[in-house]
């Protein structure tokens, strides 16, 4: 059974900065790609960053310069280092984990990012 665990969500000043973790178990998961995905209030979930194994990261240009995906293959961990936090970033965050080769994706449950002006 897969699980994306998240944390590190919370209420941030803007300018401030925030680092979110996704822990993912019963999936091998340097063979795939994860990324980040957020939904604001009234809005769709959008792509923010996502990193395939052994390839080059790709952000939304809204973050771009400010955000910075990682991932360690051996703690099987996806993370998002935020900087430069604007009111705007303010969203529900998602890690997502998308099969190789195939049309399954995994969630995690979503954590809080809130940035007050």
């Known amino acids: 059974q897969v699980q994306l665990v998240e944390s590190g969500g919370g209420l941030v000043q803007a300018g401030g900065s925030l680092r979110l973790s996704c822990a993912a178990s019963?999936?091998?998961?340097?063979?795939?790609?994860t990324g980040w995905y957020r939904q604001a209030l009234g809005k769709q979930r959008e792509l923010v960053a996502e990193?395939?194994?052994?390839?080059?990261?790709k952000y939304a240009d809204s973050v771009k310069g400010r955000f910075t995906i990682s991932r360690d293959n051996a703690k099987r961990t996806v993370f998002l280092q935020m900087n430069s936090l604007k009111p705007e970033d303010t969203a529900v965050y998602y890690c997502?984990?998308?099969?190789?080769?195939?049309?399954?994706?995994?969630w995690g449950q979503g954590t809080q990012v809130t940035v007050s002006s």
């Open positions: 990193i395939p194994p052994g390839g080059s990261a």
């Open positions: 019963g999936i091998f998961f340097s063979l795939h790609t």
């Open positions: 997502n984990v998308a099969l190789t080769g195939s049309s399954s994706n995994y």
